[in-house]
């Protein structure tokens, strides 16, 4: 029962903890923007969905064992670096012509250093979800800017209080 | 209300948590998402393709660089938007009294001054150092640029809104802001003139004094990531600007 | 990445989402909104997505929190909920 | 040569960690604002200067020197110009806490005649 329960646990909790997490806080944030009374705790809300959403993205792009999606270049550049060498002394004797073998060069030195896949982690979701936290700064900015301007117009943060305002101007006009 | 609220969360995610079976495992390499065709390519070319070494560099800056130049847009279009929402926004009779809930000294500290006044330039600088050096290690446009306008709102934070302001008043915000993204539109019209697609840099290289398209690619990738942090930083810089000092850009935090 | 580190920053995670949101000062839930970002920063860098973590690093635990403490000084400390 | 870098650098860090838990015992069991910020800003700056200058030892041991390269010290000599930044920032940023705690008007704990410790707020 025990061997069960784990086997259970593990299964549907562990191996997809981050998952597990990305929901309880998307669940988080939206009670806190559907319920909360003040502006400011639902925009804080917002951001807690938002980032969120931004967990579970960068959860599907991870791979078991891989390593940070930016290439191991010294090797490589090392190697560049001899080509370069090579095609520099072929250009000094014959010319300045061979500019275009000089690069045809170098296109076999990179495939010679070959990239699996399944070395780096996958960079799709990190560049989608990279723009997605600036421009979720600056909506949060416009956000805040429509608070500040309720508040000037109606001296509170609240929401039941802005729309008993709201209702008793329709009332006198 | 509260009641209302709780049984829509839970139905919602009571959904997804019953989805949870169908979810690839942790760190599977093999599932949908990471193999395939399109991030394979991203990882497998981009070496052979631009040379350049940090692939959400390339792939931000040059595979989805259309992508990128519109999330710039987007920013610009926030910066001017706050602008706009704070600065029409009329007294309605009968509102608030505008009387902040504590008071901040005159005279500012003159420990935080001088820290402050040693620390922005190395920041700036770092900040510039991660703009220029994207293509090696993690960095770029955009978390330069918000390090630059972080400098920035440091240095309106240290001595008051108003020396900030004096230094970069707000046309010349606002006119910089415009410059970032008209960098980078120029770096697709160029492209474009030259007979590409628009923003398909490796004709660049007719302009730019490279050996190659692949460092065409390259060097061209550098200067939209300029173009973005242009944009970037002074956008931040307005936001702070004008949420700190409701919009009337004096007093302030 | 370290399975526990992992484990034990994600359950940190959804402590500070809910001392965020239900702490009754406006200025202390905009804090712990920053401490959130930062702890999520850490995730980020673990998963190896340091751009991401890059930029959450200087915008969520930055600039974010900067704009809202700004706000909560210009209108209300306090919140009924 | 490794193995005396590596017990310097374990040194280094227990002693910052030990100096961690110092500081967060006093932001506990403190009484008054000033002196939790004291315990906290001072024990937070020794010990994360601690705990990275042990970071920077144990990178030093990590260093083949039989070939070395002057870009192997990349990483120390970042890690050391951490470590001017938090000296520089960290007592500036206890110091603008104080101070506004000071202007918002937070009294500081003061012993009576009656030999009674009073919390005034």
Partial sequence: MSVMGSFIISQYVLDHFNFWVAVILMMIGLYAMITKNNLIKKLIGMSIFQTAIILFYVSAGVKEGATIPILEHHAAETEQVAAGDAGAEHGSVVGADHDVSKSSEKAPAHEVHEINPDDYSNPLPHVLMLTAIVVGVATLGVALAVAQVIYKNYGTLEEDEILAKIKAAENDG | ?253 | MIWQFDILILIFLVVTAVISLQVKDLLAASMVFGTYSFLICLLWAGMGAVDVAFTEATVGAGISAVILIATVYNTRRDSSD | MIIILNIISIVLILTGLVFFFGSVVGVVRFPDFYTRMHAAGKGDTLSSLLVIMGFAVYHLGQIHWSHFVWADLLVVVKLLAICAFIMLTSPTATHALMDAGYEDGIEPLVRKKGNALEDKK
């Fill in chain 2, 1 to 253: 209300m509260k009641w209302i609220g709780l049984i829509a969360v839970i139905f919602t995610g009571g959904l997804l948590l019953s989805a949870m079976d169908d979810f690839p495992n942790w760190g599977d390499a093999h599932s949908p998402a990471n193999s395939s065709p399109v991030s394979q390519y991203y990882i497998e070319q981009t070496m052979t393709d631009s040379g350049v070494p940090n692939m959400v560099t390339a792939v931000l800056a040059d595979y989805r660089g259309y992508d990128t130049m519109f999330e710039t847009v987007v920013v610009l279009i926030a910066g001017i938007a706050i602008m706009a929402i704070l600065r029409v926004a009329k007294q309605v009779p009968g509102g608030a009294k505008p009387t902040p809930a504590h008071e901040v000294g005159d005279q500012h500290d003159i420990i935080i001054g001088t820290t402050c006044r040693l620390l922005i330039p190395v920041l700036q600088l770092f900040a510039l150092y991660v703009i220029a050096h994207g293509h090696h290690s993690p960095g770029g446009g955009f978390q330069g640029g918000v390090i630059l306008g972080a400098s920035f709102i440091l240095a309106a934070i240290a001595k008051g809104l108003d020396p900030a302001l004096q230094r970069l008043p707000e046309k010349r915000y606002v006119k910089l802001a415009f410059v970032g993204v008209v960098i980078y539109v120029s770096f697709g019209v160029a492209c474009l003139i030259l007979g590409e697609n628009f923003l398909d840099y490796g004709v660049l290289h007719e302009l730019l004094p490279t050996m190659s398209a692949e460092e065409a690619r390259s060097h061209s990738m550098l200067g939209v990531e300029i173009g973005v942090a242009f944009t970037v930083s002074m956008i931040m810089f307005a936001i702070y600007a004008n949420l700190a000092s409701k919009g009337e850009l004096e007093g302030g935090l």
